[in-house]
């Protein structure tokens, strides 16, 4: 018994979908291509983004920290899920799942407010469009993309420390495919009412107020938009934040779909299909939300091939 205890403290086991192998080995080819494209799409954003001087306004600044944070996000989980899927060991170290529970929880909290941020600079460009460039000058871009960062830092640090410091008596044995905070929490085997108060609360302040402020500045938008009377304007209205508003819409409405799941078994393995599209698929989608919807990037993209052409002929 006492060995027993002392290998949960080194490591945990993630369960994930080992009670169907099948379902593993087919997982494990979806997962590896959608990771792929994942990590291609995020970083073509990004490339572009710094390469073409059209981008270079506040929009495109925050769509490759937007970009940036998804590479981040997804390779946080992606790569040990792969290793878990591919073969029988389904163990992680007490550090790695440590690493794992920090970023994932400051990853999540950043992308929360940074689309906010990215809905106020939406308001911002067509509500204020003639004071725009003084309001989002780059000085206010980094600030606004510091205390996203910081605030998710700052969710992390509170409640990791919290999450891995509870007793679990000896058990290691995760119910999910990754290190979740809720996962974790279940395994303890002490009262965890004052944890889970305090991650409700941290919860409704890190998602809740920032959905609040998205669906305030996006009722503005509506508004500013109504009153534009060609229909070319609308539509061009439209265009700039339709990109941004399904981004929302999958982040957030996967979010709160995920948390209002009664605590079951059925909820749990459906919980771990939406926390894998929570964690790869949104990410994977949001450069092709982008690119279709965005005309900008579009160019952006024509632009640098054009030249990339040319420069071979040259050759």
């Known amino acids: 018994m006492h060995l027993i205890t002392q290998d949960c403290q080194e490591q945990f086991i993630l369960l994930g979908f080992s009670d169907r192998p099948r379902l593993e080995h087919i997982l494990f080819v979806f997962v590896l291509i959608f990771y792929l494209v994942t990590l291609v799409g995020n970083i073509v954003i990004i490339l572009v983004s710094h390469l073409d001087p059209c981008l270079h306004t506040p929009m495109y600044f925050f769509l490759t920290n ?7 996000f997804t390779t946080s989980s992606i790569p040990q899920l792969l290793f878990n899927l591919g073969g029988l060991d389904k163990t992680i170290s007490h550090m790695g799942c440590a690493i794992q529970l920090f970023m994932f929880l400051g990853l999540g909290g950043t992308e929360c407010v940074l689309l906010a941020v990215m809905a106020y600079d939406r308001f911002t460009a067509i509500c204020k469009p003639l004071h725009y460039s003084v309001i ?12 996203a960062w910081g605030i998710g830092l700052l969710n992390s640090l509170v409640m990791s420390p919290v999450t891995m410091k509870l007793p679990r008596c000896g058990r290691c044995k995760v119910k999910h495919f990754l290190c979740e905070m809720p996962a974790l929490i279940k395994i303890a085997c002490v009262d965890t009412v004052a944890v889970e108060s305090t991650v409700f609360i941290l919860s409704v302040i ?3 107020v920032p ?7 996006y009722s503005y ?4 938009v109504l009153r534009i009377k060609s229909a070319a304007g609308r539509r ?3 265009n700039t934040c339709g990109s941004h508003l399904t981004v929302v819409s999958l982040f ?3 979010i709160i779909y995920m948390y209002m799941q009664p605590g079951n078994n059925s909820s749990q393995d459906q919980g771990k299909f939406l926390t894998l599209f929570y964690n790869l698929v949104t990410p994977m989608l949001n450069p092709v939300i982008y690119t279709l919807r965005n005309k900008d990037v579009k160019g952006a993209l024509k632009r ?3 030249r990339k052409q040319g420069d071979s002929h040259f050759f």
Request: hydrophobic share 60%.
């Open 66 to 72: 937007l970009s940036f944070l998804d590479l981040c």
């Open 236 to 238: 061009k209205a439209f």
């Open 252 to 254: 957030y409405g996967n």
């Open 136 to 147: 989002m000058h780059p000085r206010l871009c980094w600030q606004l993309v510091s205390v």
């Open 221 to 224: 938008i509506a508004l500013a």
């Open 211 to 217: 959905l609040s402020l998205i669906l305030i500045s």
């Open 304 to 306: 640098l091939v054009s």
């Open 206 to 208: 890190i998602v809740l």
